[in-house]
């Protein structure tokens, strides 16, 4: 009897900006600039669910996608930025990080994901010192794009990869979830 186990990531996006920047103008009062950000005209990133599996006795393999996403920096400050992401664990609970009532999970060191597909969002913007990486095991916050201290102003169009998922032969079939969070801060 094969059981079909749905896997879900609940969406959540993140905007962290931790330094604010000052530029000198000609007066004797500091101005304000903006820290780097995702583009909200362009739409935050989002993490889709990830395929149903059906359970067979061997491990599968299921995928989600990442909404395409533009990253501005127009500071002024050239302090570089980076943009993480974290995946805990998926467990078979509800609640805001899928905690409550949890009998099973699957690890969230099966995850997976290349780097991302970076490129210039404008003329004046330049891939010099700007990056991207891939890893296995987001349960801790992996830098997968940076702009390095003396880089990365303007825009930046990024087209994630495919999320992946290795769904272990021994799971227990229900539904699992769990709370991503997708952050950019100010520094290399």
Not at 72 to 90: A, E, I, M, Q
Not at 122 to 134: I, K
Request: net charge negative; glycine share 10%; charged share 10%.
């Amino acid at each position: 009897m094969q059981h079909a186990s749905h896997l879900s990531m609940r969406r959540r996006v993140v905007g962290v900006a931790f330094a604010t920047a000052f530029l000198a103008v000609t007066t004797a009062s500091p101005a304000t600039a903006a820290p780097p950000e995702f583009d909200s005209g362009a739409g935050f990133p989002t993490v889709g669910n990830f395929n149903t599996v059906t359970l067979n006795g061997t491990d599968q393999l299921t995928s989600a996608s990442i909404a395409p996403f533009v990253i501005r920096d127009d500071s002024g400050t050239l302090s570089g930025w980076h943009v993480t992401l974290l995946v805990p664990n998926f467990q078979n609970g509800t609640g805001p990080d899928c905690s409550t009532g949890t009998t099973a999970s699957i690890a969230g060191s099966n995850l997976s994901m290349n780097p991302p597909v970076v490129s210039a969002g404008d003329p004046q913007s330049t891939m010099t010192g700007v990056t991207s990486a891939g890893f296995t095991d987001f349960t801790t916050p992996r830098t997968v794009i940076a702009a390095t201290a003396g880089n990365g102003a303007g825009t930046y169009d990024v087209a994630p990869e495919i999320l992946k998922l290795i769904v272990p032969a021994n799971t227990l079939a229900g539904a699992y979830c769990t709370q991503a969070t997708i952050a950019i801060t100010s520094g290399p």
